[in-house]
């Protein structure tokens, strides 16, 4: 087996962008590593961004690193402080909707570790929409309706 090693510096970030305000770049160390399962993303907000929309994950896990900056973290309704050398961790289904927001002068850098599951599903609360990893697709969740075809329902 080969060894699964690279230097960080050589993989190349790339732009995201949700909307106006909301993105940065991304280095995805996990996947140029080799991981199969384990995500390793490495994003670099810039001043006056947030990290993402507002989220939660229902199936995956996520362990958030601030390496580098200083912002907040909006937490449910709650605004919280970040610096350098925090960390955080949301488990599947945690009700809380978080994202990260760059309000200081450089670069807020925090590296995001999480499962990779093909079966995930990423709440949005403010856009309205559910991303379905499954289908590729954003679901709005007003057009969402009630199923009796789940595992829990079926039990009884």
Not at 40 to 68: K, Y
Not at 135 to 152: K, Y
Request: net charge negative; proline share 7%.
């Amino acid at each position: 087996m080969p060894l699964r090693r690279l230097a960080i510096a050589d993989v190349k970030p790339f732009a995201y962008a949700f909307e106006a305000g909301i993105g940065g770049t991304m280095t995805d160390i996990g996947r140029t590593l080799g991981s199969r399962t384990i995500g390793l993303l490495v994003q670099t907000v810039p001043p006056g961004n947030r990290s993402s929309r507002r989220h939660r994950h229902l199936f995956q896990e996520e362990i958030l690193v601030v390496m580098a900056g200083s912002g907040l973290l909006h937490h449910g309704e709650e605004q919280v402080p970040v610096g350098p050398g925090e960390a955080f961790c949301y488990l599947a289904g945690d009700p809380e909707a978080h994202a990260f927001e760059n309000t200081g002068t450089e670069p807020l850098v925090i590296w995001a570790f999480g499962n990779r599951l093909p079966h995930e599903v990423c709440l949005y609360p403010d856009q309205g929409v559910a991303f379905v990893e499954g289908l590729g697709a954003e679901v709005p969740l007003d057009a969402a309706r009630r199923s009796e075809w789940t595992e829990d329902r079926r039990k009884s």
